[in-house]
């Protein structure tokens, strides 16, 4: 049994750090701060929790299982809320979307228009609050 819950672990690594791999190339390659966001967040947070859970199937309840098991909570509820306030706070201080994106919903959200914000940074920070 224990040799099945080390390969299944080393499966778990191994995708895990596929979709590491694939967050920080998300990182160096998307455009705009709230696309690279994304990759960190989905790619980056699920793969680091894939791999902290090889980990625990590697070691089984001992103490670094354990504490791999925290790390995943740890990830699982720090990783969104930051990556939220992050955004918010680029959207607030003026950083724009890139020019392929769509449509901006916070903005559409506040009440504002997209004439509205192209006044500049600081006018734009001012408005989103």
Avoid at 28 to 46: E, F, G, H, I
Avoid at 78 to 98: C, F, M, Q, Y
Wanted: aromatic share 8%.
């Amino acid at each position: 049994m224990n040799e099945v819950a080390t390969i299944a672990g080393m499966g778990f690594v191994g995708v895990g750090l596929a979709f590491d791999v694939l967050g920080c190339l998300g990182l160096v390659r998307l455009p705009d701060v709230y696309n690279r966001l994304q990759a960190a967040t989905k790619c980056v947070t699920l793969g680091t929790c894939s791999i902290l859970f090889g980990v625990f199937l590697m070691l089984g309840f001992s103490g670094g299982g354990l504490k791999a098991l925290l790390c995943i909570v740890f990830v699982v509820l720090t990783a969104p809320v930051s990556a939220h306030v992050i955004a918010k706070g680029a959207h607030a201080a003026g950083v724009r979307l890139w020019e392929g994106s769509v449509i901006d919903r916070y903005l559409e959200d506040k009440g504002l228009e997209a004439a509205d914000a192209s006044e500049g940074p600081a006018e734009y920070a001012e408005d989103t609050k």
